[in-house]
């Protein structure tokens, strides 16, 4: 999650008396300020609703509240009856018909049906209902719960039945995608202003001006797209190809997408924090919020978004030179380092590498794994910056350090059947001897029971700390 700048202003969801999202401000002002729609996902009571009517008052827009769970096509569009000569269909409005809506909250949108979904589309994606254009309409904001996983884990704290991933191609015409704040995501000050009582409600103690910020951003954007036109183009076509090599695949429309979101994210953040703000940030934010598999049952890691937005940033850097190229286009995060020494890259570059692959791995296991491999090879041949050799000194510290097999380790249980698969493992390569090698492999194996164990394949994560070995040329001379 890319935090927030040192703000010059006051927070825009704090403003409207929601606490712990001011990391979401710039993306937020992104898709008020291109009339984009946005897709908000969370646990209920997260202030998702709350969030979007404040917005609508701030903006002084006529507002519309439908549960998509319990909608009719005519609570949207009222009742057709035919005109006098019959000609023509004309609609009985109400006051909770769209036609004079400026903005509109499609909540529940994961419980719709299917049908219903369909008739939503062209409101969402061309602000038109039965092909009529809705003039008025600016915003399409909509909400959803997690979808449930297709197979249930009974020991799962919190899941929701009904709330289905929605269609991809609907998916696909939100350009934001946010997943929002839990409770243990915030702050135990925001914590502390959210649960403080207010007959009225929450309030900020210094209101803000959405309009006018809204016009600011949208008066940026075309200038910060003419300037980032032409390397923006490069990044996003690596980010797409990543992504896509990541099982991330998108479409040429979401392309564009975040091309756009991209341009609209920095300018956001310009009108909100200042001139001196990092696109590469802006960038980061606007791809961690704009992936459609967000809104699915499986959604990715935000650390492997982030590490793919991060190659692809590196990658687009560097489009001119062959050497970094093929090292930044290598899938593999240990043969990318291993690829980038047998280049010759720098000290410097290749501490930054093994930094960046090392952030950006979401197993720990294999982190661990790999930080073991990398110290053993390049400690005492390279002169590693102290950001990469200090995070490989302290993780590879875990398998150089001798351990003793002693666990207590109550029988009948899954971690009784993990350590006599363990054990077992061990006694059967007696025949190693007591080699340098399989002292790092037990090692491995004892330093992550049982915790690693829990949640990974014990087997599957030596394999592939052996494979990590290999990829570093670790022999029974170099594990000494």
């Known amino acids: 999650m890319v935090a927030a700048p040192t703000e010059t202003r006051t927070s825009i969801t704090e403003s409207l008396?929601?606490?712990?999202?001011?990391?979401?401000?710039?993306?937020?002002?992104?898709?008020?300020?291109?009339?984009?729609?946005?897709?908000?996902?969370?646990?209920?009571?997260?202030?998702?609703?709350?969030?979007?009517?404040?917005?609508?008052?701030?903006?002084?827009?006529?507002?519309r509240h439908y549960n998509a769970a319990l909608l009719n096509y005519d609570d949207i569009i009222g009742i057709p009856m035919p005109t006098d000569d019959g000609e023509e269909l004309r609609f009985i409005k109400?006051?909770?018909?769209?036609?004079?809506?400026?903005?509109?909250?499609?909540?529940?949108?994961s419980r719709c049906r299917a049908d219903l979904q369909n008739k939503l589309f062209p409101i969402i994606h061309e602000r038109r209902v039965v092909g009529i254009?809705?003039?008025e309409l600016q915003h399409r904001w909509s909400a959803m719960n997690p979808p449930a996983p297709e197979e249930i884990d009974a020991a799962a704290s919190q899941y929701y039945i009904g709330s289905e991933p929605l269609d991809p191609a609907l998916t696909d015409r939100f350009p934001?995608?946010?997943?929002?704040?839990?409770?243990?995501?915030?702050e135990r000050e925001d914590r502390r202003e959210l649960v403080k009582w207010q007959e009225n409600g929450a309030v900020a103690t210094q209101p803000i001006d959405l309009i006018s910020l809204v016009q600011e951003t949208e008066e940026l954007i075309?200038?910060?797209?003419?300037?980032?036109?032409?390397?923006?183009?490069?990044?996003?076509?690596?980010?797409?190809?990543?992504?896509?090599?990541?099982?991330?695949?998108?479409?040429?429309?979401?392309?564009?997408?975040?091309?756009?979101?991209?341009?609209?994210?920095?300018?956001?953040?310009i009108a909100l924090y200042g001139e001196?703000?990092?696109p590469e940030e802006s960038a980061e934010n606007a791809v961690l919020y704009g992936m459609p598999q967000t809104a699915t049952d499986t959604p990715p890691a935000a650390i492997k978004v982030v590490a793919v937005h991060k190659q692809a940033w590196e990658l687009a850097q560097h489009l001119g030179d062959e050497i970094w190229r093929q090292v930044i286009e290598e899938r593999d995060p240990a043969k990318r380092v291993a690829l980038a020494d047998e280049l010759g890259f720098s000290d410097e570059n290749l501490s930054r590498l093994i930094t960046q692959v090392l952030g950006s791995e979401d197993s720990d296991p294999r982190q661990v794994g790999m930080a073991a491999a990398m110290f053993l090879k390049y400690s005492r041949t390279h002169n590693l910056d102290p950001s990469a050799f200090e995070p490989l000194a302290q993780l590879s510290y875990h398998v150089m350090e001798p351990r003793i097999i002693n666990y207590n380790v109550q029988p009948n249980t899954p971690e009784s059947t993990t350590w006599d698969e363990i054990t077992g493992w061990m006694n059967g390569q007696?025949?190693?001897?007591?080699?340098?090698?399989?002292?790092?492999?037990?090692?491995?194996?004892?330093?992550?029971?049982?915790?690693?164990?829990?949640?990974?394949?014990?087997?599957q994560a030596l394999e592939q700390f052996t494979k990590d070995l290999e990829t570093f040329g670790i022999t029974e001379e170099d594990a000494k």
Not at 95 to 102: E, L, N, S, V, Y
Not at 242 to 260: F, G, I, K, T, V
Not at 452 to 458: C, E, N, Q, V
Request: charged share 20%; hydrophobic share 45%; glycine share 6%.
């Open 17 to 63: 008396g929601i606490r712990g999202w001011a990391h979401l401000d710039a993306v937020l002002l992104a898709a008020l300020a291109t009339k984009a729609p946005l897709l908000l996902i969370g646990p209920h009571g997260t202030g998702k609703s709350q969030l979007i009517e404040q917005v609508a008052h701030a903006l002084n827009l006529g507002f």
């Open 276 to 278: 001196e703000i990092d």
């Open 222 to 269: 075309p200038q910060i797209e003419a300037d980032m036109d032409e390397w923006l183009s490069d990044y996003i076509v690596c980010l797409v190809d990543l992504l896509e090599s990541n099982s991330l695949p998108q479409s040429p429309r979401r392309a564009r997408m975040l091309a756009r979101s991209v341009a609209a994210v920095h300018a956001a953040r």
């Open 176 to 186: 934001f995608i946010v997943p929002v704040p839990t409770w243990a995501e915030i």
């Open 430 to 459: 007696i025949n190693r001897g007591n080699t340098q090698l399989f002292r790092l492999q037990r090692n491995y194996l004892l330093y992550g029971f049982p915790e690693f164990w829990r949640r990974t394949s014990w087997q």
């Open 133 to 135: 254009q809705l003039d």
């Open 94 to 109: 109400s006051p909770g018909t769209i036609w004079d809506a400026g903005f509109v909250f499609l909540d529940e949108i």
